[in-house]
């Protein structure tokens, strides 16, 4: 036994990083340490900030230097997918990259955002998806990111609006195949598409790093709406702060980022985390280090 507790001990830890530009502000760090810490997993995870015309050299130096796994942020996700060798259903579906892991054959690529976002919703907010209005603002790599595992949730209907709605309409358009497949009814455009009250309205524009409030009409919102925000703070965004006046429930992105970050610790060790209690220590940190 004491030897076996010596060779342990001698054993290097496996290296894993968030890479991203800007990065320091990530809390993925933190959170898979509580994971690894759950679960008795030895492992360094530490962040990586990439030059924006530097990513894959920071990559392959990453894995060349015995790096097992990465988180990808913004703005590298397409950069990340591109790089990949092989990439998962639901990462080709989103056309985007958010998990890289080191295989024999290559760099495995995965997104873990949209089953993050559905987990939260479901399982922490407990509020299923399925036969549900869900109305998306925003048709940018958010928005795209997770449109494909709220699509498999089965909605009845699924509205894309966006400030630019021709944009909107093409996303729209892009996954109306799966959607058809799925029996939802999925459209797209400005804010004159999304009509009546709406179960869900998602927030995955960029609106909250700017302090503004995004496009949409204001009867989408009612009581017993949810009012997510993907972006996540310590203090509510203006969009949240909306959607309160209004008599929604409100809940920004902190379950949905460590809701992603449990499935990318499940794709690169096997092993699934409990994430609840992660989520709570989250939310009192943040609000300590505001």
């Not at 009546?196 to 204001?218: E, H, K, L, R, Y």
Request: glycine content about 8%.
């Amino acid at each position: 036994m004491r030897r076996a507790m010596i060779i342990k001990y001698r054993t290097k830890p496996a290296r894993y990083a968030v890479v991203g530009h800007p990065v320091e502000h990530s809390q993925s760090p933190w959170i898979h340490h509580c994971f690894a810490a759950q679960l008795g997993e030895n492992i360094d995870y530490t962040r990586l900030r990439a030059p924006l015309d530097g990513f894959v050299a920071c990559v392959r130096r990453f894995f060349a230097e015995g790096g097992r796994g990465l988180n990808i942020t913004l703005p590298f996700k397409l950069d990340a997918y591109v790089l990949a060798d092989a990439v998962s259903p639901r990462a080709a579906a989103a056309g985007a990259v958010n998990t890289l892991r080191a295989d024999t054959d290559g760099l495995y690529g995965d997104n873990t955002d949209g089953v993050g976002l559905v987990r939260d919703i479901e399982h922490n907010l407990k509020l299923a998806l399925k036969q549900r209005r869900i109305l998306l603002l925003g048709a940018g790599g958010a928005a795209r990111g997770v449109l494909p595992a709220l699509l498999e949730a089965a909605p009845a209907e699924l509205v894309i609006v966006n400030r630019t709605a021709a944009r909107a309409l093409e996303l729209a358009q892009h996954f109306a195949p799966l959607a058809e497949h799925l029996a939802c009814k999925l459209r797209g455009g400005g804010e004159n598409v999304a009509r009546g009250a709406f179960d869900i309205v998602i927030n995955a524009t960029s609106a909250s790093v700017t302090a503004t409030q995004p496009c949409f009409n204001s009867c989408a919102i009612t009581e017993g709406t949810l009012a997510y925000d993907l972006m996540y703070g310590a203090q509510p965004s203006i969009f949240m702060r909306t959607a309160q006046r209004l008599g929604a429930r409100v809940s920004n992105g902190v379950g949905m980022l460590v809701e992603q970050a449990a499935e990318s610790f499940f794709v690169w060790r096997g092993k699934r985390p409990n994430s609840a209690p992660v989520i709570e220590q989250l939310r009192v940190r943040m609000l300590k280090t505001a």
